[in-house]
Nanobody, 125 residues
Framework: VQLQASGGGLVQPGGSLRLSCAAP????????VAWFRQAPGKEREGVSC????????YYADSIKGRFNISRDSAHNMIYLEMNSLKPEDTAVYYC???????????????????WGQGTQVTVSS
């Protein structure tokens, strides 16, 4: 099973984008789901995640207060609303399920599974 990330694009600094994560064939409501990103020459890092058991959301310090993750169970989607974008947010963004169901461990790469293709986000003037 692979998740599908979409919604990336080119945006000016200070702008906004909403990324979408779809899961054809299985129900995301039974999984913790995380967003990761990888910038050129850098390691992949956890950006935000939402837990299966209680719906708690967690964020990396670098994006806290600017990004918001949400779950739309009716449409089997996970969204990442990104505001006040900065050039350093430029990266390929991926969504993945996580084995971790409690706490901010869902941000860890070690728990990620069901990777799909990413979506490119470029923040530039």
């Amino acid at each position: 099973v692979q998740l599908q990330a979409s919604g990336g694009g080119l945006v000016q600094p200070g702008g906004s984008l909403r990324l979408s994560c779809a899961a054809p064939g299985f129900n995301l409501r039974y999984y913790s789901v995380a967003w990761f990103r990888q910038a050129p020459g850098k390691e992949r890092e956890g950006v935000s995640c939402i837990n299966f058991n209680d719906g708690s959301a967690y964020y990396a310090d670098s994006i806290k207060g600017r990004f918001n993750i949400s779950r739309d169970s009716a449409h089997n989607m996970i969204y990442l609303e990104m505001n006040s974008l900065k050039p350093e947010d430029t990266a390929v963004y991926y969504c993945a399920t996580s084995f971790f169901t409690m706490g901010r461990d869902c941000l860890r790469l070690a728990g990620a599974d069901s990777w799909g293709q990413g979506t490119q986000v470029t923040v530039s003037s």
